[in-house]
């Protein structure tokens, strides 16, 4: 920004702060989008066993799975945990 930007903003508006709504619209981080994730993972809770990947969430929401993984981290204060599969102990292995 240059200086004359700056005085002529400041001259017209009074100060040199940006206007309420200015910035890039949220695309996906909707009101709509975090509810439907949320009532996913909230689904999940009194079923042992059973759960959703983000990749799940967002084949079912239509939501990509960086802004599904977005949505829980920032907005539903979660954390996303790989699911992680490992060899079945037998009796002789024990």
């Known amino acids: 920004m240059g ?4 005085l002529k903003k400041l001259r017209q508006t009074g ?3 940006r206007k309420v709504g200015s910035g890039r619209r ?16 909230a689904s999940q ?3 042992p066993r059973t759960y959703r990947s983000t990749r799940q969430i967002s084949r079912e929401t239509g939501v990509s799975q960086s802004s599904v993984v977005r949505i829980v981290k920032n907005d539903l ?3 996303c945990f790989e699911r992680r599969r490992y060899q079945e102990l037998t009796a002789s292995n024990r």
Not at 3 to 6: A, E, I, K, S, T
Not at 32 to 40: G, M
Request: charged letters at 40%; aromatic letters at 4%.
């Open 3 to 6: 200086l004359d930007y700056v």
């Open 15 to 17: 100060t040199v702060e």
């Open 26 to 41: 949220r695309s996906s981080r909707t009101t709509q989008n975090i509810d439907a994730v949320e009532d996913l993972i």
């Open 45 to 47: 809770e009194d079923k």
């Open 77 to 79: 204060s979660l954390k």
